[in-house]
């Protein structure tokens, strides 16, 4: 897309030196932003990065990595996951406004539940803000011999799937025992409707220390 004399389209390998040059020396530049970091998630996570690169001629004026991720819960668009900070990066305003306009688009193709761009402040962007963080603890197997062999069925289990879920590390560090002693709460049930024209529902039993 072009806009306001700035083009937006999808980088290829050709733009990876002008990336990490402009990354380098923009002050708001981040690790998430680099571009070796999307290979990375897919290498390690299967996870597909989008590299949106916006460009004034052939000056590379801004930057937007995009990560898809999938879980039982949606489909997700992130700049960056597990990364506090990457998002948008340009030169100014308007090139901020015209990468995130793009990002919206790829999001629509993609049929994202939810676009999320991890930058320090991004009141200048058409998007709702949102500032805060959420989190949520795990427990990790109670030795180490226990926890290497997470890591080495995390190994094997990587070398079989083409992308990792959530529900897949979960899984990974807990065996049938050790999860069945502490956890607290226990799936029951779930059932998804999804039909053209309605609002999609969904119904979820659980319990709650056995209750």
Known sequence: MTEAGVQVTEATSADRDGWDRFVAAHPAG???????????????????????????????????????????????????????YAGVLGEDAGVRRVLAGAAVRVADEEGVDRLELRGRDGSDLPLPVWRGKNGYTMELPPSEEALNA??????ELADKKHEIFDEDLQALVSDEGYATEHER??????????????????????????E
Request: proline share 3%.
């Open 30 to 84: 981040e690790a998430g932003h680099r571009w070796a970091l999307l290979d990375a998630l897919h290498e390690v996570f299967g996870q597909r990065g989008v590299r949106l690169v916006a460009k004034r001629g052939d000056s590379i004026v801004g930057v937007l990595p995009l990560v898809m991720q999938k879980s039982f819960v949606g489909r997700f668009a992130t700049s960056v996951p597990y990364l506090n």
């Open 185 to 210: 709460f226990k799936l029951v049930s779930m059932k998804v409707c999804s039909e053209t024209g309605e609002i999609p529902r969904a119904r979820i039993t659980f319990t709650d220390d056995g």
């Open 150 to 155: 997470a890591f080495a069925r995390f190994k």
